[in-house]
């Protein structure tokens, strides 16, 4: 049975339930899992009879959605970004929506049991569909989610990405959003100069077509002292994690990979099984904002077409991980909070 099925029992309960009834009950966290999972056998699946199960992680408007959804787009696999399930549920009408309207708003993430149970939904469409691998964006964000992740999936590969802060704002105010179509813009220069050993940083804007220019929205959560917040609010994350974080392990990049840099990518590709390419890749590649440029001219659909089957792209994984995720993050240290 697929993963994605396994992991709908254990998280199908009560796709109906109100974030007030959710509240009332509390019946959802991990030992809810524990019990569920003495119930059914969950043998893990094999790599080859299945499609990946990827990880992006990292702080508000490091970019994680945009590599993620390129990547979903060329590979044929489901972008499921748990922030986007926040904002569709925020498009309902009732108590429910309004209660977690209030969370978002405020920076704060929103409780575990309702994100997993929106994520249940999410990935019942999934299995519906016939669909068996997903690429998670911004989905584990608390010890507890990666617990109960863990219990019902075999990630293959984690990547935790990381920006100055200066640049994390400057890319979040810079955020828009197509009323139309849906497509993500961002309309920021940023420029952050070199400061303490850190490199400068430029990123050019993604500005939208013409014929999305006039309709463009800005999230209601990215405004300054929301953005702040949320950094504030991933910065503890950060650093209840970081002594594992750093791990050589599935989890790749030393604490986060630093975009904007062209090490970033060629770490990135390397932990993605496309190190063998990478000297053509990047050979002649002169500044950060040409391999910004290059990367997602290439968008990295030669490099995927040539890669061929999935259960090869695992094989490189798990050569290359030495450490599974879980260890990485301490997860087997019995931590509790957030990441
Ligand atoms: N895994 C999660 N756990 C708790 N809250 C979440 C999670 N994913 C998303 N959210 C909520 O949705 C909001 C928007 O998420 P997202 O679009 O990923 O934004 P960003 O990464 O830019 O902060 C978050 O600020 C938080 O309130």
């Known amino acids: ?126 299995a519906l569909k016939g669909e068996t691998g997903f690429i998670l964006d911004g989905f584990p964000r608390t010890i507890n989610q990666a617990g109960i992740l863990e219990q019902v999936t075999d990630i293959d590969l984690v990547i935790n990405l990381k920006l100055r802060e200066e640049a994390l704002l400057q890319k979040c105010l810079g955020r828009r959003i197509c009323s139309q179509c849906g497509g993500n813009y961002n309309v920021a220069v940023v420029n952050v100069e070199e400061q303490g050993g850190q490199p400068a940083i430029y990123m050019a804007p993604l500005l939208p077509p013409p014929s999305c220019a006039s309709k463009l929205i800005t999230r209601a959560d990215d405004t300054e002292e929301v953005v702040k917040e ?19 392990g599935i989890l790749i990049g030393d604490g986060g990979l630093t975009v904007g840099t062209i090490e970033c990518y060629q770490q990135m590709d390397r932990s993605l099984g496309f190190h063998y390419l990478s000297g053509t890749m990047w050979a002649g590649v002169a500044s950060r904002k040409a391999a910004t440029d290059v990367l997602f001219r290439y968008e990295l659909e030669q490099l995927m077409n ?28 019995g931590r509790q909070g957030p990441l």
Request: glycine fraction near 8%; proline fraction near 3%.
């Open 1 to 126: 049975m697929a993963t994605i099925n396994r992991l709908m029992r254990l998280f199908s309960w009560s796709h109906s339930s109100s974030l007030a009834s959710q509240k009332a009950s509390n019946q959802w966290g991990v030992a809810r899992v524990d019990r569920e999972l003495r119930s059914h056998s969950f043998k893990k699946e094999k790599p080859e009879a299945r499609n990946i199960q990827w990880i992006f992680l990292g702080c508000p408007g490091v970019g994680k959605g945009t590599y993620a959804s390129r990547l979903s787009k060329l590979m044929g696999i489901p972008h499921i970004a748990t922030g986007d399930l926040v904002r569709e549920e925020l498009t309902q009408s009732g108590p429910s929506a309004s209660e977690l309207e209030s969370i978002v708003n405020r920076g704060k993430l929103v409780p575990d049991d309702i994100i997993v149970n929106l994520l249940a939904r999410r990935l019942e469409k999934s």
């Open 306 to 333: 040539r890669l061929g089957k999935v259960s090869e792209m695992l094989d490189i994984n798990s050569r290359i991980c030495g450490q599974h995720w879980t260890q990485a993050l301490g997860l087997g240290r």
């Open 230 to 248: 949320r950094l504030r609010v991933y910065s503890i994350q950060q650093n209840l994690g970081d002594d594992e974080l750093g791990n050589e």
